[in-house]
T-cell receptor
């Protein structure tokens, strides 16, 4: 079974400071990893993904994430946070298609980010 | 790309009633997913279609839940004899057939309240 853990329910950061949202995963075989953001009463918006290749991936709105296979982590980062980054962030994992795990994406419980001016 | 469309946005129903939600995916996407999200939690997988074929169903999807995608385009999710525990946001997503690495594109969801 595949699973995702987001150990922090909430992250508070001052505007302009670096932002990190933690994620660890468990999956059989090679993982496909994703970050999504959710604003109130809205669906999830895709930010970035890791499939293969460079461990540092860049995504929308200045976000990036670093894949660490040995630590089974995929932390989301932003060098300088904005007040408008305040939202709910979800990490998700899917097993590689060679594994009998179907196509479903498994999400973590989410981390609320609050950026204060 | 007009995005994934879900209707209605909100549904309030009394316990025991049946409800049906509709999802219109992005037109060229052949994969369609239903997820359920309760307050403060991450989305939980319910079911997945590739074209009109329902390929996977979660154990969360009890006998009271049924999903269809009859022509491989829009999908419906029906909940029969609703219970208060069914209150949640129901999210639909679609993805491009390119690869398993294709991201899911989510609609804005249908919020169900069972009184």
């Amino acid at each position: 079974a595949q699973s995702v853990a987001q150990p922090e329910d909430q992250v508070n950061v001052a505007e302009g400071n670096p932002l990190t949202v933690k994620c660890t995963y468990s999956v059989s075989g090679n993982p496909y990893l994703f970050w999504y953001v959710q604003y109130p009463n809205r669906g999830l918006q895709f930010l970035l993904k890791y499939i293969t290749g460079d461990n540092l991936v860049k995504g929308s709105y200045g976000f990036e994430a670093e894949f660490n296979k040995s630590q089974t982590s995929f932390h989301l980062k932003k060098p300088s946070a904005l007040v408008s980054d305040s939202a709910l962030y979800f990490c998700a994992v899917r097993a590689s298609p060679l594994k009998a795990a179907g196509n479903k994406l498994t999400f973590g419980g989410g981390t609320r980010v609050l950026v204060k001016p | 790309d007009t995005g994934v469309s879900q209707n209605p946005r909100h549904k309030i129903t009394k316990r025991g009633q049946n409800v049906t939600f509709r999802c219109d995916p992005i037109s060229e996407h052949n994969r369609l997913y239903w997820y359920r999200q309760t307050l403060g939690q991450g989305p939980e997988f319910l079911t997945y279609f590739q074209n009109e074929a329902q390929l996977e169903k979660s154990r969360l999807l009890s006998d009271r839940f049924s999903a269809e995608r009859p022509k491989g385009s829009f999908s419906t999710l029906e909940i029969q004899r609703t219970e208060q525990g069914d209150s949640a946001m129901y999210l639909c997503a679609s993805s491009h057939p390119g690869s398993a690495g294709s991201p899911l594109h989510f609609g804005n969801g249908t919020r169900l309240t069972v009184t």
